[in-house]
């Protein structure tokens, strides 16, 4: 597939500009582009640049208020829920971990439960933002029903990832983000544009046979939980993702399992929605709240170097600690560049056009 | 193979009168009874009576103290820090999620890590404490060492558990209980009773290579993580297992990873251990910290109804909502009574007569 490798910066500016030109400030730009390339510096693609058409086109749907009143309508000294006023996600979400990490330095611990909202980027750029506190963070999102659960054929909720953040003190941060699905979607939309099949335990067909069409969910097929299949466990990926709506938009009056807004704005909106647009849920725990932070990340520290060190398996050289290969793709992106495929290339020139920015 | 069946109420008596004479007080011989004995109500099995003499072989050996001085060491409004000074995990967690009850009330969310305890049961009984209280219930706990992180033949993690309970109004609650592997490590103990194969994707050998041998623990074999292998998402498993880990034994103070604490008594605890005893995480979030309880639970019950019409697959009756089989198991088990195997109700004999209790 051909390829153009752009410069962070270059790209930067592109999505800067094109979040001004839709009307959102300043500040609110510069926040979302941070947000989204913090996918493509990480190689999650599917979340980066890659996805900016599709936020304009929710803008020009009305869809997403480029200027939203993001309010709270709800709190307690540990909690607070947001309405997102349709805002972006991109903004969203960083302004409601704010509320979560501000909470934690009051008392301990703050959880945000947001509704109202839109796509947020990845779940790990929002959870990565309690680092620099000495705080875990917790970040899930719901997302448009694309996955059966267990015994169904029905697409009933989204992929719903999960990120968690943990700090050590010498070693990288422990950094989870991961889909409740077998794979993510975005998996699943590389194979398609390489023509090639899926693994089995992926998807099902509309039936809830095993399947290896890469584009089975064009014909009425689904994704499937994490575990794949009930034998392996997907009762438990199913329950993960319900988890993950539940917190998220139940909590929150967002809507909720197979309601859940979808994100191409061509797709009309589900009927009888029982809440307001896509649900997030934030958590913020302060380390000292819990033992000496210090301490805490010298055994981080000592719990990562010892998991490194655990005995590969045959053909494999070392263990992983979550977070490794989205850090070493950042190191390599910041360094090298980020490569864009010349579909998205092409895509992205005609958002400019449209609203009057120059590639 | 043999099996006889109890009332739930004999078993209570003779769990009881052990506990005493291990020497809990009245009260903790009455907490441990009920939290062991749910774990048979419910049909968890293995985490039942089938227990009891491995936790009087661990008092025996001094590891556990039927007489423990249970302390918060370290809290905030929202947190606390508890040392359960090797006490049964049976007593400490129901005190120390009391806590994240009372926390909750009084700021809307509590968190409580623990260390220095011991196996807690199942994770499920402990999450549902708090759905009288109109609370979301969270509980997870480490486990010693079975399961190999994804590329690994080590065993570093245990099963780790995480049950989230949440309350419905008309509809039972959902309750979501489950080993962050692929099969519980319960369920290949059942397969080795019955001699049978192990499905493909739930253990693999010392080298790494997968393995349907029901018995590959005996021989430096592992469990695998939820998602079976790296194509399938072992790496979320491996993510989630972890997740458990620090959050119960490195917040804690308590032993993680390989350094976990062992089960049998008669297994030598490891050498450098990081911290002491098994740990564990509670979680209590009360739902009008977000918006009105009668809202959000009218809410859980449109979501539990449209979850349960979600059309099945071909050969399937109907999708489930997670805590569906287990609350079935239990109407069935306190009216018809509880199955109890040979080989188990031959031990409980043997601990009967070892502390001076007749079966």
Redesign the interface.
């Known amino acids: 597939m051909a390829e153009q490798i752009f410069s962070y910066q270059q790209l930067y500016q592109f999505t800067q500009k094109i979040f001004l030109a839709i009307g959102c400030s300043e500040r609110d730009a510069l926040t979302a582009t941070k947000v989204l390339l913090s996918a493509d510096a990480r190689g999650i693609d599917s979340h980066g640049v890659a996805r900016l058409s599709g936020y304009v086109r929710l803008w020009e749907a009305k869809r997403i208020h480029s200027n939203p009143n993001i309010k709270i309508i ?6 607070a ?1 947001i309405d997102g006023d349709a805002g972006l996600g991109l903004v969203v979400a960083p302004y409601a971990m704010q509320i979560a990490i501000n909470k934690a330095k ?4 703050g ?1 945000v ?1 947001v509704g109202n909202s839109n796509h947020f980027g990845i779940a790990g750029y929002h959870a990565m933002m309690t680092l620099e506190h000495d705080m ?1 963070g917790i970040a899930m999102t719901n997302a448009s029903a694309l996955v ?7 697409k ?1 909720l989204g992929t719903n990832p999960i990120a ?1 953040a ?1 700090p050590a003190l010498q070693q990288p941060p ?1 950094i ?1 983000d ?6 993510a979607n975005g998996k699943l939309e590389i194979l398609q544009r390489k023509n090639a099949d899926a ?1 089995l ?2 998807v ?1 067909d509309e ?2 046979n095993a399947s290896i069409d890469a584009n089975i969910l064009k014909k009425r097929g689904s994704l499937l939980p ?3 299949d009930r ?3 997907s ?6 993702g ?2 993950v ?3 998220s938009a ?4 967002g809507s ?3 309601w859940a807004p979808p994100f191409p704005a061509y797709i009309p909106m589900p009927e009888n929605m ?2 307001k647009g896509l649900g997030h849920f934030f958590g913020a ?3 000292d ?3 000496p932070a210090q301490e ?1 990340k010298q ?2 520290d ?2 990562i170097e ?2 490194r060190k ?11 600690i ?1 977070g490794d290969p989205e850090r070493e793709m950042e190191e390599k992106r910041m360094k090298n560049g980020i490569p864009i495929i010349q579909s998205v290339i092409d895509d992205l020139k005609l958002t400019g056009e449209k609203v009057g920015v120059k590639w």
Chains 1, 2 share one sequence.
């Not at 009051?106 to 611990?109: K, P």
């Open positions: 709800h709190e307690t000294l540990s909690t829920t009051n008392v301990g611990t959880w439960s875990i059966a659960p267990t015994f169904s054929v029905e009933m968690v943990i422990f989870a991961f889909a409740t699905t077998t794979a693994p335990g992926w099902q039936n809830g994490l575990g794949s034998e392996h466990g009762h438990k990926g199913y329950a993960l319900s988890i709506d539940i917190f139940v909590l929150s009056g909720y399992g197979p029982p809440g725990m302060r380390i709240a819990f033992r805490f055994h981080m000592n719990w010892r998991f655990a005995k590969p398996a045959k053909g494999f050289d070392k263990v992983l979550p």
